[in-house]
């Protein structure tokens, strides 16, 4: 699991300073980086040398509100890897109290420039490889 830290801003908000519902899905997107980035596999690489990593789904289940301020940490988790798909899970708590905020999930595939599905083991296949060792299963 990989831990991605995020202060909720005002401009996330409404005027009850209650955090909306379409940032959840930003954070996860967020943590989603951050982790690829830890794997060392950055996004900006990725697209430099042809590779796109377009969202197929996203889901979130909404627990408790998350207002101006607060710290949430995204838990995320690589739960698929195949050599041209994956998945992510995501929970979200409050960083401080640990009290669930949402959960999440996000599915994504690789391809080129032409908007053509390609595989990644073959494309990177150090890439591949790195991301294949961190699924971690439920």
């Not at 300073?17 to 794997?39: C, F, G, K, P």
């Not at 798909?85 to 032409?114: K, M, Q, W």
Request: with cysteine; hydrophobic share 30%; glycine share 4%.
């Amino acid at each position: 699991m990989h831990s991605y830290i995020h202060k909720v801003q005002y401009y996330e908000t409404d005027q009850m300073q209650v955090a909306h519902h379409s940032n959840y899905i930003r954070w996860m997107e967020e943590a989603r980086t951050d982790y690829l980035d830890s794997v060392g596999i950055s996004y900006a690489e990725m697209e430099r040398r042809g590779i796109i990593s377009p969202v197929l789904t996203v889901s979130c289940q909404y627990h408790t509100m998350t207002r101006y301020g607060e710290r949430v940490r995204v838990e995320t988790r690589l739960t698929e890897m195949g050599s041209v798909r994956y998945r992510l899970a995501y929970r979200i708590v409050d960083a401080e109290t640990g009290e669930l905020r949402a959960v999440g999930e996000s599915t994504h595939c690789f391809i080129n420039p032409d908007n053509r599905v390609i595989s990644l083991k073959k494309a990177d296949p150090d890439a591949f490889t790195r991301m294949r060792e961190k699924v971690e299963h439920e």
